[in-house]
C-alpha cells in the first residue's frame, strides 16, 4: 500500500470505528444522568436501592467493586461510581486507579451527566478532615466537590447516617461540614440548596433527594426542548 491508499485506510477505518460505538448506543445512553460518588461504606448502594428499587448489593467488604453500576430509572440514569479515599486494605496504586477511573468516567460523560450526590458519613467524615489537614492535603471528597462543581453538574451534599450523632452535637458538627465545603454556618441555610441529611438506612432523607434529582433533570429536559 503506498501512503495515499494507507491514509485513506486509516481514516476509513477510524469512520467506521465511530459508526460501530454510535450503532452500539442504547437508549440508556441518551438519557440525562445523576452520578452518586463518595468514600466507601458512606451508603451509595443504599440510596441507588431506594431509589431503582433494585437488588443493589449493600454493605459489602470496600471497594472490591470497580466497576461502575448503571440503572435505568426511567426518565433518567442513576449511575452507582466506585467509593474512592483510603480503603483498609487496598493498595494506594488501586486507590490512584480508582480515582482516575472515576475523574475519567466525569469528564467523558459531563454532556449528559445533569446532577451528582456527593455522600459522606456524617460520624466519619470530621475525623478524615482532621487527619488530612494535618498532612497538607484537600480530602477528596472536597476535591470532588469542587471538580463537579468547575464542571457545573450540579453537586449536591447527602450527610447520611445522622442516627450516628448525638442530637445535641447536631448543630455543631453540620455547621463544621459545610464550612468545610465552602458554606459558611448555620447549615440551616443550605438544606433546600445543596445540602441533605439524612438516615438512608430508614430511608430518611429519600424525598429531598428525589426532589433535587427531578429539579436537575426537569432543567436539563426544558433546556433540552427549547433547541
Ligand atoms: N447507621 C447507619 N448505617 C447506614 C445508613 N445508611 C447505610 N448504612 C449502612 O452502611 C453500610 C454501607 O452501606 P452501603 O450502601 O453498602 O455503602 P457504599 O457507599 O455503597 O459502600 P461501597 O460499595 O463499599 O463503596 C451498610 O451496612 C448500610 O446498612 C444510615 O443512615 N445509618
Ligand atoms: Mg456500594
Known amino acids: 500500500m503506498n501512503e495515499e491508499t494507507n491514509n485513506e485506510f486509516k481514516k476509513n477505518l477510524e469512520k467506521f470505528k465511530k459508526m460501530a460505538k454510535r ?11 445523576i452520578i452518586v460518588v463518595g468514600r466507601s461504606n458512606v451508603g451509595k448502594s443504599t440510596l441507588v436501592r431506594l431509589i431503582t428499587k433494585k437488588d443493589v448489593r449493600v454493605g459489602k467488604k470496600p471497594g472490591v467493586t470497580l466497576k461502575i453500576n448503571k440503572y435505568d430509572v426511567g426518565n433518567f440514569i442513576l449511575v452507582d461510581l466506585p467509593g474512592f ?9 488501586v486507590q490512584n486507579k480508582i480515582k482516575k477511573e472515576i475523574v475519567q468516567y466525569i469528564e467523558d460523560n459531563k454532556d449528559q451527566i445533569v446532577g451528582s450526590i456527593i455522600l459522606i458519613d456524617v460520624k ?3 475525623g478524615i ?29 447527602f450527610i447520611n447516617k445522622m442516627d450516628k450523632i448525638k442530637k445535641n452535637d447536631q448543630d455543631k458538627t453540620l455547621d463544621k461540614i459545610v464550612a468545610i465545603f465552602g458554606c459558611p454556618a448555620p447549615w440551616r441555610q443550605w438544606i433546600n440548596d445543596i445540602i441533605t441529611i439524612g438516615i438512608l438506612k430508614e430511608g430518611i432523607g429519600l424525598n429531598e433527594v428525589m426532589v433535587k434529582i427531578n429539579k436537575n433533570v426537569n432543567e436539563y429536559n426544558r433546556v433540552k426542548n427549547k433547541k
Open 85 to 93: 479515599g483510603f480503603m483498609t486494605g487496598l493498595e494506594e496504586k
Open 124 to 126: 466519619a467524615f470530621p
Open 23 to 33: 450503532g452500539k448506543e442504547t437508549k440508556m445512553d441518551k438519557k440525562p444522568q
Open 129 to 157: 478532615v482532621e487527619r488530612w489537614d494535618s498532612k497538607d492535603e484537600i480530602p477528596i471528597d472536597i476535591e470532588m466537590f469542587e471538580f463537579l462543581e468547575e464542571l457545573e453538574l450540579n453537586p449536591s451534599i
